[in-house]
């Protein structure tokens, strides 16, 4: 039992460095080598083909005709739509202030679930919810003034990614109870073809698949590796290992766990020369993490299937 405790922890471990390391893999994937457009439709594709193999082998689970409905609008939402956002904001921003700004995602679900389940919010869950926000203003603040930045345009990028965080959001509180009732499998079976069928005809009838970057790229072989780091190790294995890992890890620990995706992002991305060191980001750092920190570790137990989704939604 203590192994396969153990075990849990290093997989969970593992897909976070994974998600960490990919958002500057994404940022260059979008600048040099795939539209938004493309990078959805490559995704979609790629983690469809896997999950409707996997389906294959496996028993078949019954859908509700209404949770298909919810399941197909979630696809929309979770993945469609806030990953188009989450593109276009690694188009203008650096990867450092995306990771920190994706690090509020348990408390825009908290709100959400305030908002429209009535939720009580405590006032330890309130303090950590203005440390996050605090946070977030003081990187707004920062990159409506910065100048020689490596992002274009570091404010639009950051309004991009927090309306994505809000759409991925909106998708857990709608599924929340429906990831209780099939399996991951048959969830991400329909998730992603619903995916493929919203971005794909989009993609080819405007011919955007047959101007993107990757076609003429003089390091064609680089674009293609990191495509393929995307769906084998962002999209396949952590939508494998991370509900394989939570079966002997809390989602209290999972979401502790979750606080190295922006030090791994910030890190990676400032080694490779894709940001610069300022004071701003380790301070808000601090405060956005705390206050994630703070949210999740003050949650009633009948919130925890609704609490353990919003820690996935760092996957995307």
């Not at 950051?158 to 969830?187: E, H, W």
Request: charged residues 15%; hydrophobic residues 55%; aromatic residues 12%.
């Amino acid at each position: 039992m203590l192994r396969n405790k153990w075990f849990g922890h290093l997989m969970i471990i593992f897909t976070q460095v994974v998600l960490g390391v990919n958002i500057p893999i994404t940022r260059d994937l979008l600048l040099n080598y795939l539209s938004p457009m493309g990078y959805i439709g490559v995704r979609a594709v790629g983690a469809a083909l896997f999950f409707w193999t996997i389906q294959f082998f496996a028993k078949r689970e019954r859908i509700d005709k209404r949770d298909f409905w919810l399941i197909l609008l979630g696809g929309f939402l979770g993945f469609v739509f806030s990953q188009y956002l989450t593109s276009l904001s690694l188009q203008y921003t650096t990867p450092v202030y995306f990771s920190l700004i994706l690090a509020l995602s348990p408390v825009v679900v908290l709100l959400l679930q305030a908002i429209f389940f009535g939720e009580k919010i405590t006032r330890k869950k309130l303090f950590g919810i203005l440390l996050g926000i605090l946070g977030a203003a003081i990187l707004a603040m920062r990159a409506a003034f910065e100048t020689g930045s490596a992002g274009t345009n570091n404010l639009l990028g950051i309004a991009f990614a927090t309306v994505s965080i809000v759409a991925f959001a909106a998708y857990v509180v709608i599924c929340g109870d429906i990831s209780k009732k099939y399996r991951p499998i048959t969830q991400m079976k329909w998730i992603f073809t619903t995916s493929c069928v919203f971005v794909c005809p989009v993609w080819v009838l405007s011919g955007q698949w047959q101007h993107e970057l990757l076609w003429t790229a003089t390091d064609f072989h680089v674009g293609l590796l990191e495509i393929a780091f995307l769906i084998v190790f962002c999209t396949i294995a952590t939508y494998t290992l991370i509900p394989i890992g939570m079966r002997t890890v809390s989602a209290t620990v999972v979401s502790i766990y979750m606080n190295l995706q922006p030090i791994v992002a910030s890190v990676t991305a400032i080694l490779i020369g894709m940001d610069v060191f300022t004071w701003d980001k380790p301070a808000a750092l601090l405060l956005v993490l705390l206050g994630a920190f703070v949210v999740t570790s003050d949650r009633p137990a009948k919130g925890q299937s609704i609490l353990r989704e919003a820690e996935r939604s760092q996957e995307h």
